[in-house]
């Protein structure tokens, strides 16, 4: 089946530093593949997307992503982060085979805590 | 623009009642589910319909019933609450097939 693995539950950084959350997940045959974040108390929202072409995506707020099919990752990167990045974010794939196909799937979450 | 509404916010129930979350988009989306979020679990799919008149199961589908008799509006209904149903529950809603999803604020539920 396929899944989404985070490995990392929680990342500490300073403000200012570069961030990477890293994001594996098994093969499908097209990767639908997205990028949320969630504030405290708050739903999700979408930080980025790809479906195809260019392999390395611009989101909002400053966020980029880029797919690797030979290492099966759509890491989340952000040369400087922000203290108003502190929040969870997740990572999505689109299912295209077996049961529940057309939805998403989420990894388990990593949360960000950004140091002064 | 509302996107998707969820009500109520807050809820807490006892053992064995029941209850329905509601769940409108104004998007005119074909597409929503609804889904749980557990600590250290991430979001996990409960049920989702493709269109009006048509629903189907997620990964979590115990204790939880559907019915999407409108492209706008797909309630979540808890037949008998249990304390294991405790959780925040999401609805979304996406234009098709693996496309973007667009999710509500969310309902935490408390089951005592």
Known sequence: ?116 | NAGVTQTPKFQVLKTGQSMTLQCAQDMNHEYMSWYRQDPGMGLRLIHYSVGAGITDQGEVPNGYNVSRSTTEDFPLRLLSAAPSQTSVYFCASSPGWNTEAFFGQGTRLTVV
């Open chain 1, 1 to 116: 089946a396929q899944s989404v693995t985070q490995p990392d539950i929680h990342i500490t950084v300073s403000e200012g530093a570069s961030l990477e959350l890293r994001c594996n997940y098994s093969y499908g045959a097209t990767p639908y593949l997205f990028w949320y974040v969630q504030s405290p108390g708050q739903g999700l929202q979408l930080l980025l997307k790809y479906f195809s072409g260019d392999t390395l995506v611009q989101g909002i707020k400053g966020f980029e992503a880029e797919f690797k099919r030979s290492q099966s990752s759509f890491n989340l990167r952000k040369p400087s982060v922000h203290w108003s990045d502190a929040a969870e974010y997740f990572c999505a794939v689109g299912l295209d085979y077996g049961g529940s196909q057309g939805n998403l799937i989420f990894g388990k979450g990593t949360k960000l805590s950004v140091k002064p």
